[in-house]
């Protein structure tokens, strides 16, 4: 089968599952609002099975986060906005439109050159100037639209850095949490809901920089943790001789500790 042909049976197949003859309920009452969790959810564990370097299984999940996208297009297109082909079409005059030393007679001596001339034909595109688009509030201001927090987080102090917004060494960022920590603190104990929400923001912020300041990913040590956390649990419930919830809290803190040293071995 041709890559267009099976493409085009996705298509169908995704269409078939919109129809209100014979259709799947599920997928007749999605919206792409609701649907857009699995967008995100399908992206991470198509990231998630690259680094597993498992080959069928970053193919499986490429076609469950191909599926969001023509599910999307199917949708819009319902409601008589677009259709997926707009959405290829979109995407390859953008690619030419931006890569003119490619598709076009421009030459270029180096990846600077290439860059600068993304940037250039980006803000044409969007009706700024290019002195415009450089402005460093714009910039930081679409990492948090589009990023994840943790990750919106790291782009907006590496380029706040970059510009010299900076402490001088890491015993400021660590003044920095402590006062962040107090504050937090102080919140939980006097203030709103809404100020413990903003102390919050701010200590997590502060540990963020930490982590930027000794090159570690903070996304990757979270995902790292809440595997363990993981592993630990099932240790627990193979120890276990009854489900966990009818243990005590000491008990339960038994069991955690002899699944973590059995891990340990």
């Not at 299984?57 to 707009?86: N, P, R, S």
């Not at 960022?173 to 413990?196: H, I």
């Amino acid at each position: 089968m041709s890559t267009l042909r099976a493409l085009q049976e996705l298509i169908d197949v995704v269409a078939k599952l919109r129809s209100p003859n014979g259709g799947c309920p599920w997928d007749l009452a999605q919206t792409p609002q609701t649907l857009t969790p699995y967008v995100i959810e399908e992206a991470f564990e198509v990231v998630d099975a690259i680094q597993s370097g498992d080959k069928n299984h970053i193919a499986e999940e490429l076609g469950d986060l191909l599926l969001q996208v023509v599910l999307q297009a199917q949708i819009f297109g319902e409601y008589g906005d677009f259709t997926l082909k707009e959405v290829a079409e979109g995407i390859s005059q953008k690619l030419i439109r931006r890569h003119p030393h490619v598709f076009g007679d421009l030459s270029v001596e180096n990846l600077d050159e290439v860059k600068q001339n993304w940037e250039e034909i980006k803000a044409a595109e969007k009706g700024e100037s290019l002195a415009d688009s450089q402005k460093l509030s714009n910039k930081l201001s679409g990492y948090t639209r589009k990023l994840p927090p943790l990750m919106a987080t790291m782009k907006i102090s590496k380029k706040a850095a970059n510009v010299g917004f900076e402490w001088e060494n890491i015993d400021g960022v660590w003044d920095k949490f402590s006062e962040e920590l107090a504050e937090f603190k102080q919140a939980l104990r006097e203030e709103t809901q809404e100020r413990q929400q903003e102390e919050l923001g701010d200590l997590l912020f502060t540990v963020l920089q930490l982590a930027r300041w000794n090159n570690l990913d903070p996304s990757e040590a979270l995902q790292g943790t809440n595997k363990r956390f993981i592993q630990r649990l099932q240790k627990m419930e193979a120890f276990a001789e009854r489900p966990l919830s009818e243990y005590s809290l000491l008990e339960l803190e038994a069991l955690w500790q002899q699944a973590k040293a059995k891990l340990k071995q």
